[in-house]
């Protein structure tokens, strides 16, 4: 497939120059073909039958098994969720934090993760590693790690600047379970959870799947509490409510996921070419380098594929200006700065009018 083939499947190229995949990734034709392909089925076979639920099983196997070789794990790893804030809870939920444990993150994160930290009664102890080299950040994050450390909880890249931090390193020298939000990571950068404890996955953002959809890689299901059971946690279950927990990390499946969208996102998993990673990269350093001619572009370059900067003037109304011009990207709350998201669909036509827009 072609770069210029690759565009055409996204019917919202035609009308947007669409750089918000850190958001909500594009939708590509043959994705919103297959989402109404199944909802057609379901509705032709009355959503019953073992022909139908046996589909729908099927449908969730082949989701996780796709999954799970785009990180590098075993399909019974993966347990398939509803976001990444969804695979956050359940992590955090199940470690069964208490009074007096601790743990450490950082002070770039995304809610989605801070929020279930800040629910736990556990210590949150946050480094500083805004705009910090990674030599340094690693530093700084490891600093904060003591005797009662239970967890360091961070994201693969962040979501304000696209640094990528060094959670494989971390885990090396802390030993200590490791949490990673990888809500722009996957899909957007190469990702092998190696070592790792727990990573989540967005399948709306750089994945191209409909929401919500999301996954979360454990690598010992065992080292966690069910502490949200859904029908998926049971293999077999008692009048008083015990049971035996399903094998693998499905026990932790998010309650139902509606059939077309699990087929819209396995048609997406199906779509990216081989040379996405190194098409997104190209792209995000063509946005950088554009931007920087005019305006302060906020991070070190050769990162992942976000490209953050300052616009004269309000980030939300140049964001809402931009997309009155027909650029989708968005302002980041609280930080003065707009948002690019450079992906493997992107070209040189999407970057030339957010460059003369923002100051339009």
């Not at 971390?170 to 722009?184: F, I, M, N, S, Y």
Request: charged share 20%; aromatic share 8%; glycine share 10%.
């Amino acid at each position: 497939m072609t770069h210029h083939e690759a565009r055409a499947l996204f019917p919202v190229l035609e009308r947007y120059a669409y750089l918000n995949a850190g958001t909500l990734g594009p939708l590509a034709q043959p994705t919103l073909d297959a989402m109404a392909a199944r909802a057609r089925f379901d509705q032709e076979q009355g959503r019953g039958g073992r022909a139908w639920f046996e589909s729908m099983l099927e449908l969730r196997v082949r989701v996780r098994q796709k999954l799970a070789e785009l990180v590098g794990a075993q399909p019974d790893s993966l347990a398939l969720t509803s976001s990444t804030t969804d695979g956050c809870n359940v992590v955090v939920a199940g470690l069964g934090l208490k009074a007096g444990d601790e743990v450490v993150t950082t002070n770039s994160e995304h809610p989605g993760l801070l929020l279930p930290l800040g629910v736990s009664k556990a210590t949150v102890r946050v480094a500083d590693v805004a705009n910090r080299p990674v030599a340094e950040a690693l530093e700084r994050i490891a600093s904060l790690v003591g005797p009662k450390t239970r967890l360091i909880a961070l994201s693969h890249v962040l979501w304000t600047t696209g640094e990528v931090m060094p959670v494989h390193e971390l885990k090396r020298e802390t030993g200590l379970p490791v949490l990673v939000d990888g809500a722009q990571s996957v899909g957007a950068v190469p990702v092998d959870v190696g070592e790792l404890d727990y990573y989540t996955v967005s399948g709306q953002k750089w994945l191209g799947a409909p929401e919500p959809l999301g996954a979360l890689y454990i690598r010992d299901p065992d080292s966690l509490q069910i502490a949200f059971p859904s029908y998926w946690a049971q293999q077999a279950i008692e009048p008083d409510g015990s049971f035996v927990p399903s094998e693998g990390a499905g026990r932790f499946d998010s309650g139902w996921l509606a059939t077309h969208m699990l087929a819209g996102w396995e048609a997406a998993l199906d779509l990216a070419p081989g040379w996405r990673y190194e098409r997104a990269a190209e792209l995000t350093d063509l946005c950088r380098q554009a931007l920087a001619e005019s305006y302060e572009v906020v991070g070190e370059p050769g990162q992942a594929t976000l490209v953050s900067f300052v616009p004269p003037g309000d980030p939300a109304e140049a964001a809402a200006r931009l997309y009155s011009r027909g650029v989708v990207v968005r302002d980041l709350p609280g930080t003065g700065w707009v948002r690019a998201s450079c992906g493997w669909w992107t070209n040189e036509d999407d970057i030339e009018p957010l460059v003369a827009g923002v100051a339009a």
